[in-house]
């Protein structure tokens, strides 16, 4: 059997709100809560599982999305429609922008509990989805 990411552990303020949040701007689904955690899962079936975290030890990670065309454009309208800033870098230095790396289009938000999420059409290095 191959090596797959099945779920990964989000550190959250609010798990439901910040769940809510990811879902909403994504187009996906919240899942129910499962114990402690309140998943959203990709069409991929890696389920980001969202828990209540104490603010102060929330340490900021880095989530990338691997997106269509149409369905960036979708999903920047909203980020947009939010006023969420947007940043064509991972450093967060070229506000109002998006990258164009490997032909793609891609760009960086902070999430409402300081994570930088990316959405991307192109994978590194690769072809286009």
Known sequence: ???ELNHTIVAARDKHAAARWLADLLGLSVSPQY???VPVETSNGV???YMDTDPEQITPQHYAFLVTEDEFDAIFARLQQAGVTHY???GFARPGEI???DGGRG???ADPNGHAMEILTVPYGGAPR
């Open 99 to 101: 990258n164009h790396n």
């Open 88 to 90: 064509a870098d991972p």
């Open 35 to 37: 114990g402690p955690f």
């Open 1 to 3: 059997m191959p090596v």
């Open 47 to 49: 389920a980001l599982d």
């Open 107 to 109: 760009t960086y938000f």
